[in-house]
Each structure stands twice: as structure tokens, then as C-alpha cells.
């Protein structure tokens, strides 16, 4: 491995990859396969020919390596949060509201297009009214509702 590459960034986290192997029998046996190993790595993983694989830089195939168990761990993590959710909403209570999966996250607004947006708006009620409000509740075939308060 070049050395001016920063090991955190190819060295696998969550899949072992350590150089400190305990089984010194199997160390001793697969280096002089090394090169076999990684090609089956790469054909099983990711459907890589032979050509491309002897294509590919020792950078090339550490960054893909890391990358491929990001991918492992994102994938296996989703697949526990969602296991985690279904049962969790086939266990709850009646009155408990369905826990989704994915929550939505709104996106801040930008307050300069917003307030052209308000400009524009209070520029044709002042010019125009609001009969327009009217004008929709009529064509919807609907009553416009009266804004006084009930007091019982």
C-alpha cells in the first residue's frame, strides 16, 4: 500500500482486516495465493472481469474495499432499523401513532424568495382584494367559512 495513503481511510472498521490474524497456518498458506484471493474478492463482490481487475491500482482496489464495506454496514443498519420498526408497529399500543421508517426533513426556507413571494401576495390584495378567495370557495361548490368565534 502506497505509504502516503492515511490507513483510516482503507482500513476496514467493522469487517476485521487487521494484519494481526490468529491463525498463522491459514497466513502462511494464502500468501502465495494473495493475488487469486483478492481477484475471487472482486469477482464474487462486484462481477469484475480479470482484464479490469489487472486494470485496477493497489489505491484503486483499497478505496473500492473501504467502500464496499461502508456499503455492507450501511445496508445491514437499514435493514435492522427497519426490522426494528416493523415490529415495533406490529407491537404497539391501539392508541400509539405508526412510527415511520423515514421521517422527512424539510428543507429551510430561503426568506428572500419568500418574501418576494409575500410582496407579490399583498401587492394583488391590496390592487385586487380578496374576492379570488370567493371566487374559488364558488367554483368548488363550497361555503366559505365564517370566522366569528362560538361562545356557546
Known amino acids: 500500500m502506497p505509504f502516503f495513503l492515511p490507513r483510516r481511510l482503507v482500513d476496514f472498521e467493522y469487517l476485521g482486516g487487521s494484519s494481526d490474524s490468529t491463525d498463522v497456518e491459514y497466513d502462511g498458506l494464502a500468501s502465495q495465493y494473495h493475488k487469486d484471493i483478492d481477484f475471487a474478492f472482486y ?4 462481477g469484475t472481469t480479470k482484464s479490469e481487475f489487472l486494470e485496477l491500482t493497489r489505491r484503486e482496489k483499497a478505496f473500492i474495499r473501504k467502500a464496499w464495506e461502508d456499503k455492507q454496514v450501511r445496508e445491514s443498519e437499514l435493514m435492522r432499523n427497519a426490522v426494528l420498526n416493523a415490529v415495533s408497529n406490529a407491537m404497539r399500543k391501539k392508541s ?8 422527512r426533513q424539510q428543507q429551510p426556507a430561503n426568506m428572500k424568495i419568500v418574501e418576494a413571494h409575500l410582496e407579490i401576495i399583498n401587492k394583488n390584495i ?27
Open 96 to 103: 400509539a401513532k405508526f412510527v415511520d421508517l423515514w421521517k
Open 43 to 46: 469477482f464474487v463482490n462486484f
Open 126 to 152: 391590496a390592487d385586487e382584494g380578496k374576492s379570488w378567495v370567493d371566487l374559488v370557495y364558488q367554483a368548488n361548490n363550497m361555503t366559505k367559512p365564517s370566522e366569528e368565534v362560538d361562545n356557546g
